[in-house]
């Protein structure tokens, strides 16, 4: 039997959102166990936290420098869930440990800070994940696996949006979560394109396997008194000649996280919707509707895989979030044991998310530029 | 009571979808009957529609020319249901007889056209209703009525999209009507634009009240072979500074005539999908969604006048278009006892129908210019 | 060309929903024209409703007799649109007269007197139409074409409902429409299963061809100071064996006119909502959904033929009424052309009409009997 | 901080789903932590088990009774997932060893023995959960807490049913979780009505709070070559005089697992369904409808609790499970720390399992005796 792999984490202190939910998605599969972490800048919520967990006091450390200090041997990878400015130097910091990283999206708040971890990670041989939730549904995965075999043709258009309704009010900038988000001193020069115009960008990148060649990007900032964007449209061209829109907001009163997407294809149609991940809807050309359900034996093997329930049997955003680990813990005990190959990564790395930061950057230099097209950097 | 008016038709010859529409949903109500035309440039065929129609054999003409000359004192309106290209000399010899106009959509190929019929029709002081039937639904009209009233606060976003997917097909224009819509000479250089934009246009127009001040438009030809737009993507600024997106698309597979509407203000969020269209949904600030139905009392009494039947009894297309006539009825009789006022024109006029052909025209001067910003023409 | 019909309408005075409704059902097509009339017991009201639709005064009647002996000569058909207590003396005296019928459901208030009617009509040779509206649907036709065809195999389970919720709040008994039907002594002894349970019991007997071999039935009386039934539980035992379960109810707080039909068969599922008519789901073995479109080529041109626009322009309730219009009048044109033959009759005749009341009394018997099963009258 | 709980689990060893169902929905909240096991009545196949669940060789035993007697004083609690015939036993024997008890659903096979348990749960003071899953959603917990607090009023009417489709097909008893469940020697009587009438039962006495008077059962075998029911209608009659009706089935093609709740009161209606759990729909009086996700503010505390994310972000089957545990934990600890009180339960005990248990038996003896009603034991 495959051993159960060992992991710290940095940030995910009390009352993190996003640090629980981590733990929460890899404890459902069992593959890896925390062992240590450095959950805040305050040690006393950090060793609070860990104590929580139940975790070995001694382990809980101050700083993720000094917990890398001693503990890079120990472990076998590092899950980075602090806010997106600090996501740079930590995963640096683990890098040039040696140490695998998964790192919450997005990965940084500049390309060049991207880009500089896309290549150290190469240098330093060392696995890169960045946990784009969405990506790990087993539907996602499907659809992903019929516009590479051909089922819809050729992809011609691609509708895409991800309208949320949090930040639509006057004077409310949503709390906690919110404050660093519409603040340009922590989140680089763009609110709503960050947080959900990269979760777009990258489940098309995904899905299609499209590269964009050029954004026109119009970033609005709707509610009074605030600075960062809260409505951005993106028309997109893709390397094959398709075009694409990109709607993302937290304006859109009604609307939870409502990333719906839409791909036409010269032979037919898919659907997809974040909020109901366990089925998706081709339409053949001859107007035939095939709503797939997650467990149903039409769904490809390489996506099937992941699913844990019959069909019917509802799976949510952390069990997607437990795929990406499945396949991150696998990719890890694979290279343990020299069966690698980098066809094995299932999971959005690095890369990726560097690409997410590129398009950040093209939407911005379009909007500040009277909305013209702008090419994306490769 | 009020007397039966009566009307003539040119066009709406055997085969023509169109003028059988127009001819049923003005018989629905029976506020006027079909007395004369000219339904076909084929003599022939004309005078066997009017057989079908069991209309007097000597009132059916060759021309909409010798038409006008025998009738314009006997009747009080003129409905042209012509291809688009011939609407802008057959509505201006109807109004140098000065005889009252119903026009299908687009009312003409080009704005300097339907602008001169606009001012001919003010100088002539007739009537002249362009049939845009989606604005004829009490649902459409209960939007305009709240978003007036301030339900929604005020607008910011509009997500607006007509995808139909008939023309997704290599080699395949359509049939009779594609044919013509594909063609450059008789389509007046667009086709998805002409047909499904300008509806897209109007209706927003009629539900917000909101001027457009430029466009930004990405006209693609997306199926190999075509030589006029297919798909059509328009990023749209208003006079209040709200943003819009308007989609139009013949290459959609699996979507038949899916014009679907959401406006999005400070207050709430509006829905409204044409193929569904005794519903509409409203969802307020804390969430609550109201789905309010044809028939429910909410319905404000100057949309509610227009409905038939019960709520959960349905009422289509032909009803909606069955309105505008009774709006175009009301006037018109009105006008003859004195009563009418411009205020009581509940139907989209010439006037509206220049605005359709000034948008459509700034979005083919951005789509030629490389997508750029252009203002629309007041 | 075939000439237009002449018909005489008894009922349907000032503030009647249903006679206007008929009057435009038939406008639509305009296969036939109202040309008499006795529209209200009070002689003022039945002339002012004359005057309302351009009617010859001296053809308004006071009675329906004085009108029968006046214009049974000059008539194709008369419209029964009065309460349902009177339709059986109405439609007797015309059966008598030798004039075709089209009377509104239930046809009468007792199986005894339908079956009379039945019985007098094929005795006089005359045709005779119940106008279930419902059945006139295109997607409804087709349903029933298809499982005749076999494409859902033997069918093995029927679940029906029809809730409304008009009728769900004490002391209110749902206005002029409410009292009579809640009103023993006009109703014949049932309110909800009249109204509602001979409109399943029908569209199931078209759709599916089952006879029902006995019912079983819960008639309750929910709401308080009610003396006869407003929610009713009946199950169904068809004559091929199959189980079925139909439900109507007016305490249904939301619901319109919710009439859904869900039919499972051994090969696939259909599934059907009237109150969006224009389509219909079917799931084949392999669970491929298959949601056909009036107007798509899969539609039967038994069913495709009463359809009036492209898919995706909506037809409603008026439409489907004309549909039924739309066969009777092909009928009676026949009759007179010497071609006709008996399966041209494709609406629902005083046949099915009597079955409704044979259903609605077994219900009754079950009920008083402490829900027994209770064969129901061939 | 709460100690980490330790369990025990009988059952659940290698292909079985509902085994490691219970161990995900348990880790995912970490409040406790698998100890020991008898996987499998097969002596290598329980070890392998435990070998891929890194358990101590030595702490996996050939059989249940083993490994109470060796580690009764070691664990919280023992976790049943055996099949539903052996349940009985195994339960009987924890109980008796005063070990807390966590049981997959139905509890037994008959009601007599479920009886004993519960008396002998009593006796003995052990807590006893019943492993309701759907009782554990956000929203069902929603939904029984603001009928309790009258926001529809006095219930009136349910529609529940539970329709799926994996055994409607000649031939095939759905592989190895159908073999045992159409058969007679193992599943006690009935087949459908056992695995997903307990379901609907369950839950509606859990939202209603309602007790059911007495049942009118007809249960079918519908698939030819089958001996146990396939298709199940149920009339029940509750104690404050409501109707509701039960249908479940396996025969309905294109159907996964669809558990939909609809409950008529005199002041509101609600809707609710399993396969998007994390919404269900309250429609108002007046016909607004408040569509009320897991995450909104308007969720009561004593539901809200168990969230674990953002509205939007969705949580399933796993996660409702895992909230049973959340609950059980509790209680558990609470004993321990003596702050113990029953209204502490937030879970189906042994007593709802026996609820089901006899309504199982007054739907077979209705069935057996010609469809009458029958009352069921208290």
């Given at each position: 039997?495959?051993?159960?792999?060992?992991?710290?984490?940095?940030?995910?202190?009390?009352?993190?959102?996003?640090?629980?939910?981590?733990?929460?998605?890899?404890?459902?599969?069992?593959?890896?166990?925390?062992?240590?972490?450095?959950?805040?800048r305050?040690?006393?919520?950090?060793?609070q936290?860990?104590?929580?967990?139940?975790?070995?006091?001694a382990r809980?450390?101050?700083?993720?420098?000094?917990?890398?200090?001693?503990?890079?041997?120990n472990?076998?990878?590092?899950?980075?869930?602090?806010?997106?400015?600090?996501?740079?130097?930590?995963?640096?910091?683990?890098?040039?440990?040696?140490?695998?990283?998964?790192?919450?999206?997005p990965?940084?708040?500049?390309?060049?800070?991207?880009?500089?971890?896309?290549?150290?990670a190469?240098?330093?041989?060392?696995?890169?994940?960045?946990?784009?939730?969405?990506?790990?549904?087993?539907?996602?995965?499907?659809?992903?696996?019929?516009?590479?075999?051909?089922?819809?043709g050729?992809?011609?258009?691609?509708?895409?949006?991800?309208?949320?309704?949090?930040?639509?009010?006057e004077?409310?900038?949503?709390?906690?979560?919110?404050?660093w988000?519409?603040?340009?001193?922590?989140?680089?020069?763009v609110?709503?394109?960050?947080d959900l115009?990269?979760?777009?960008?990258?489940?098309?990148?995904?899905?299609?396997?499209?590269k964009i060649?050029?954004?026109?990007?119009?970033l609005d900032?709707?509610?009074?008194g605030?600075?960062?964007?809260?409505?951005?449209?993106?028309?997109?061209?893709?390397?094959?000649?398709?075009s694409?829109?990109?709607?993302?907001s937290?304006i859109?009163?009604?609307?939870d996280?409502a990333?719906?997407i839409?791909i036409?294809g010269?032979?037919?149609?898919?659907e997809?919707?974040?909020?109901?991940?366990?089925?998706?809807?081709?339409?053949?050309?001859?107007?035939?509707?095939?709503?797939?359900?997650?467990?149903?034996k039409?769904?490809?093997?390489?996506?099937?895989?992941?699913?844990?329930?019959?069909?019917?049997?509802?799976?949510?955003?952390?069990?997607?979030m437990g795929?990406?680990?499945?396949?991150f813990?696998?990719?890890?005990?694979?290279?343990?044991?020299?069966?690698?190959?980098?066809d094995?990564?299932?999971?959005q790395?690095?890369?990726?998310g560097?690409?997410?930061?590129?398009?950040?950057?093209?939407?911005?230099?379009?909007?500040?530029?009277?909305?013209?097209w702008v090419?994306?950097?490769?």
């Open positions: 039997m495959a051993r159960v792999l060992k992991y710290a984490m940095v940030g995910g202190g009390p009352g993190s959102f996003i640090g629980g939910a981590h733990r929460r998605a890899i404890a459902i599969e069992g593959k890896a166990q925390l062992v240590c972490g450095a959950f805040s305050d040690a006393a919520k950090s060793a936290m860990a104590e929580e967990l139940h975790l070995d006091p809980c450390y101050p700083t993720y420098k000094e917990m890398l200090a001693a503990e890079a041997g472990i076998d990878f590092v899950v980075i869930v602090t806010p997106n400015f600090s996501h740079y130097e930590i995963a640096k910091a683990c890098l040039e440990a040696g140490v695998n990283v998964s790192c919450d999206k990965v940084t708040i500049s390309y060049a800070q991207a880009a500089e971890l896309r290549e150290l190469k240098e330093k041989d060392v696995l890169f994940m960045v946990t784009y939730t969405y990506t790990g549904h087993v539907t996602a995965k499907y659809m992903r696996d019929i516009i590479k075999r051909g089922d819809i050729e992809v011609r258009m691609v509708m895409a949006e991800y309208p949320q309704g949090w930040l639509a009010f004077g409310d900038n949503g709390g906690k979560q919110g404050e988000r519409t603040d340009p001193k922590r989140s680089g020069g609110n709503c394109l960050g115009g990269t979760h777009v960008e990258n489940f098309i990148a995904m899905a299609t396997g499209l060649k050029k954004v026109l990007a119009k900032i709707v509610v009074p605030r600075v960062l964007d809260d409505n951005d449209s993106v028309m997109v061209q893709y390397d094959n000649g398709a694409g829109f990109y709607w993302t937290q859109a009163i009604g609307y996280n990333l719906r839409r036409y010269s032979k037919g149609t898919i997809w919707f974040q909020e109901t991940p366990d089925k998706i809807t081709i339409i053949d050309a001859d107007n035939t509707i095939r709503e797939v359900h997650r467990g149903y039409q769904i490809t093997p390489t996506a099937a895989k992941y699913g844990r329930l019959p069909s019917g049997h509802t799976e949510g955003w952390l069990e997607a795929n990406l680990y499945t396949s813990a696998e990719c890890i005990l694979a290279r343990e044991n020299g069966t690698f190959t980098p094995m990564i299932d999971y790395t690095v890369a990726a560097a690409e997410g930061l590129a398009f950040v950057e093209a939407c911005l230099k379009s909007t500040n530029n009277g909305n013209i090419d994306v950097e490769e």
